[in-house]
């Protein structure tokens, strides 16, 4: 316990030369949070800076102009398609949750994959059922 407790840098350090193995997946438990909270707090912030004005800090939408995110088909059925999505924009009738929305999405092509794949793991941690790991690069080639 008290080893879970430092910082991750020097745990890293001390495991394999004080031969603790047994406490390795303790570490690794230590990285994979760490690494999970930072991946969520820069999803966060790509969300903010480029959904949230239409979509709202919370994703609750705007009227019948712009759909809110909780119950979107796009973070179950068709999480496949967010890439294009967010890439290439959205044109055409959605419905989500009984209302029906035909406002075009703009595409932000200024976004890298990385800031892609960061938010797409925000959206689902949100309002998401599952968590799918998501190959954005792939995914970006089938677009159009």
């Known amino acids: 316990m008290i ?16 031969g603790w193995s047994v406490l390795a997946p303790a570490v690794a438990d230590v990285y994979a949070a760490e690494e999970a ?6 999803g966060q912030a790509v969300y903010i800076a ?24 796009f973070f179950t059925t ?3 398609r967010l890439p294009c ?3 290439y924009g959205l044109r055409g009738e959605i419905e989500v949750g009984g209302v029906v929305f035909d406002q075009q999405m703009p595409g932000n092509s200024r976004l890298t994959n ?12 949100r309002w998401g059922e599952v ?5 954005v690069e792939e995914w970006l080639r089938t677009c159009r």
């Open 3 to 18: 080893l879970k407790a430092c910082c991750a840098a020097c745990a890293s350090w001390l495991v394999p030369v004080l």
């Open 37 to 42: 909270a930072v991946e969520a707090v820069a």
């Open 50 to 73: 480029h959904c949230a004005p239409c979509h709202g800090d919370n994703g609750e939408g705007f009227r019948r102009v712009y759909p809110p995110l909780a119950d979107s088909r």
């Open 78 to 80: 068709d999480l496949n």
């Open 85 to 87: 999505v967010i890439r």
């Open 114 to 125: 990385e800031d892609m794949l960061v938010l797409i793991g925000y959206l689902q941690q």
């Open 131 to 135: 968590e799918q790991l998501v190959d």
